[in-house]
């Protein structure tokens, strides 16, 4: 390891955040860098100004904000192939840029926070350094986006990183071994447990229930099947409300669920939030969460309601199906908006169930999602790649 002024110098990692927003791939990227900044010195780049951008100068952790183009567009637009090469042009020149940064800065590695950005890949190669990159989503599956000049480019650069580190056995399965990247790989669960939280089970309130979804605004993350689910509910005679916390991601997808709440008169049971911060407070005021994504890569939001003692019913599929085990630690539904209200009801319905989900619930994401192995198991990587040089 590098020595300077006669103490161990530690390594110094640059990191490519792809949004200036505090949603779940930065929020994980800040609890990395706090946790392991004991032992990792760490320059971020980032996009843009925004909420991460705030948080990072709240914490004194060095950024530096540089204009670069991500790597993929929407499914439903229309992106040409010339466009797609001016965004790369662009992204080069502000990756040759970087290099000089990387020089002045003496970094020791780079690190990607997303597969959705080259770029981290492109400055890796110019500047000669060992390249980690997080794979925190599956894009094609659970975003509709595809890469701005397809999988093969994107497949190239992803053989040439040192380590991929998925945050889901489904991502790895999906985005590598389906994907035919056979670069070396792996599987990091994000940590979200600190060793100073209590861990505290919860017993149903008797009051009107809350059920919450908690997630950006689109299709992906399937609100209206949610809003379909507590329709039937309330048909049933059952008393609770739906909380909706997440920025409007796509606003013709939010004009849906406003145009379905009016035409079924769920108004007053209905509750948008906008983007919440400190999303502890919407679980905390929730006797449900739910996991509505068909598609989804990890699961930030079902762990941290875990480990609030608050129950989750997801879908069961991807990195849903690898937190949750069925009927113990939470509960699965395969179907549509029947299959979903039916299994809402069977927790709030059953306070011996609920109690025992929600005490299992503490004691998984106790053992297997903490912060510590989180960022001990990101520091070794980082380590690894080093001592290969």
């Avoid at 900044?37 to 705030?54: A, H, S």
């Avoid at 509505?292 to 941290?304: I, K, Q, W, Y």
């Amino acid at each position: 390891m590098n020595k300077a002024y006669g103490k161990i110098k530690k390594p110094k990692i640059l990191s490519f955040s792809h949004y200036g927003q505090l949603y779940g791939a930065n929020r994980s990227l800040l609890t990395l860098i706090l946790a392991s900044r004991d032992r990792l010195d760490w320059l971020v780049i980032c996009r843009q100004e925004g909420q991460f951008t705030d948080e990072l100068k709240a914490n004194s952790v060095a950024y530096r904000v540089i204009p670069f183009k991500p790597d993929v567009y929407n499914g439903t637009s229309n992106t040409p192939m010339l466009r797609g090469i001016l965004k790369l042009v662009t992204n080069f020149r502000a990756a040759t840029n970087i290099v000089s940064l990387i020089n002045s800065e003496q970094i020791d590695i780079i690190h990607s926070n997303s597969s959705v950005i080259l770029i981290g890949a492109i400055t890796a190669q110019l500047a000669a350094k060992k390249h980690l990159w997080h794979f925190r989503e599956f894009v094609y599956e659970d975003y509709d986006s595809k890469y701005n000049l397809g999988k093969p480019f994107f497949r190239f650069w992803a053989r040439k990183a040192d380590t991929i580190i998925c945050i889901s056995r489904s991502i790895r399965e999906v985005r590598l071994v389906q994907g035919k990247v056979d670069t070396r790989s792996v599987i990091i669960y994000n940590g979200l447990v600190g060793s100073d939280m209590a861990l505290t089970p919860k017993t149903l309130a008797i009051r009107t229930s809350v059920i919450s979804i908690i997630g950006v605004i689109n299709r992906a993350k399937n609100q209206l099947i949610a809003i379909k689910a507590l329709r039937l509910l309330l048909r049933q005679g059952k008393k609770l409300t739906l909380q909706i916390a997440g920025d409007i991601n796509d606003p013709e997808y939010y004009s849906e669920l406003n145009t379905y709440i009016q035409q079924e008169n769920l108004s007053e049971y209905v509750k948008f939030l906008g983007f919440v911060k400190d999303i502890k407070t919407v679980i905390a005021d929730s006797d449900v969460t739910l996991m509505c994504s068909r598609m989804e890569a990890f699961g930030r939001v079902t762990v941290e309601s875990m480990m609030y003692g608050v129950p989750v019913v997801a879908f069961a599929s991807a990195g849903s199906g690898e937190i949750i085990e069925n009927g113990k630690t939470g509960l699965l539904y395969t179907g549509e908006e029947d299959d979903l209200a039916e299994n809402i009801d069977k927790l709030l319905s059953d306070p011996v169930l609920y109690k025992n989900i929600s005490e299992n619930a503490l004691s998984h994401v106790a053992k297997n999602f903490t912060v510590s192995s989180y960022a001990d198991n990101f520091v070794n990587e980082v380590n690894l790649a080093l001592k290969s040089n």
